[in-house]
């Protein structure tokens, strides 16, 4: 006898309770061998499914939608969704969720971590440490940047830039400048204690550049060859928004050249490859996509990506949207 449950897959591994949640609701297919699937493969695991679990590594495109016509709901297990196509999404009337708000704290951290690893010159330090390069004090061994008291501009003030900001106002004592597609309100921007600025301007005046801006075709590049050229030569700049940001062969040059003192990178274009050059220069701090990754938080992802698909199978619509939301389901 086969199930009334809706079908939904699940496309990357997992915690268990999280499937176990979503068992009681729905015919589960899951993925926790975590094979990574190309388009054709996605499209065959989707067929007959009528929700998905995903992560930023599933592109949902026409293409899918088209030959996935029973599709009714994606649930991303991220803040990001430029792995959906949302205007292809919404023309079909297919649901897309995101995570927002559960992750904000905790990549805030990781950010001001990576600022402060970039600044400080920590991987630079420990490869030479590793290497067993160190013989002797020297007064200019890996002299990095302070953080205190230095100018922290931040492109990019959602929730997660005002935890940056937050964090370098009032933890460092540093000036805070930003700048935005539209400004803060007086108290937010008194609660952060941030300033808002033109984009030159904080590129010219900003010690460390923090991005935390979403990734769409217009914000493809913020920072390319002439953006860099603005900045100090002593200034850092940290990528924790989504790689394409960022023109990372650009990058590579600058840093090799000395154009910026250093960089710290959580995500790259075409990511889980990384551009090679960047590989090979010593002032860079790279990891691997993992702003969000502490198990608390990951869980509230999970889950809140799961009570989405849970709330949408049980008649009351969406928690996070991030397309229309069919009037049925509403």
């Not at 599709?71 to 919404?90: E, T, W």
């Not at 808002?196 to 990734?215: C, F, I, Q």
Request: aromatic residues 6%; glycine residues 8%.
């Amino acid at each position: 006898m086969s199930s009334s449950k809706p079908k939904i897959l699940v496309a990357r591994a997992v915690f268990p309770e999280t499937l176990a949640r979503l068992a009681q609701h729905f015919e589960v297919e899951s993925n926790q061998a975590d094979e990574t699937w190309s388009k054709d493969q996605l499209i065959a695991k989707l067929q007959g499914k009528q929700g998905a679990f995903t992560t930023g590594s599933e592109r949902i495109d026409a293409a899918v939608l088209d030959a996935c016509p029973e599709l009714k709901i994606c649930a991303n297990m991220a803040v990001g969704y430029n792995n959906f196509d949302v205007d292809a999404m919404a023309a079909r009337g297919v649901l897309g969720t995101n995570a927002p708000d559960v992750l904000t704290e905790t990549t805030a951290d990781f950010g001001f971590a990576l600022l402060m690893a970039t600044a400080r010159r920590i991987t630079e330090s420990e490869h030479f440490l590793r290497a067993g390069k160190w013989e002797k004090w020297s007064y200019d061994m890996f002299a990095g940047s302070d953080i205190h008291g230095s100018t922290l501009g931040i492109i990019g003030m959602g929730r997660i830039g005002q935890g940056i900001a937050r964090r370098g106002a009032h933890g460092f004592g540093m000036n805070v400048i930003y700048h935005n597609r539209s400004r803060l309100d007086a108290a937010l921007e008194a609660e952060c204690k941030a300033s808002y600025v033109g984009k030159e301007e904080l590129l010219k005046t900003a010690d460390h550049v923090v991005l935390v801006v979403p990734y769409s075709p217009a914000s493809h590049h913020t920072i390319g060859a002439a953006e860099i050229a603005l900045m100090k030569p002593t200034a850092t700049l940290v990528n924790i928004a989504r790689g394409g940001i960022v023109d990372d062969a650009a990058l590579a040059v600058a840093l090799r050249e000395k154009r910026i003192a250093a960089a710290g990178l959580d995500v790259f274009e075409g990511e889980p490859k990384v551009h090679p050059d960047l590989l090979t220069v010593p002032n860079v701090v790279l990891t691997p996509h993992i702003a969000s990754a502490t198990v608390p938080t990951r869980r509230a992802m999970a889950d809140l990506a799961a009570d989405n698909l849970i709330a949408w199978g049980t008649g009351k619509g969406p928690l996070t949207p991030v397309t229309p939301v069919p009037a049925a389901t509403k």
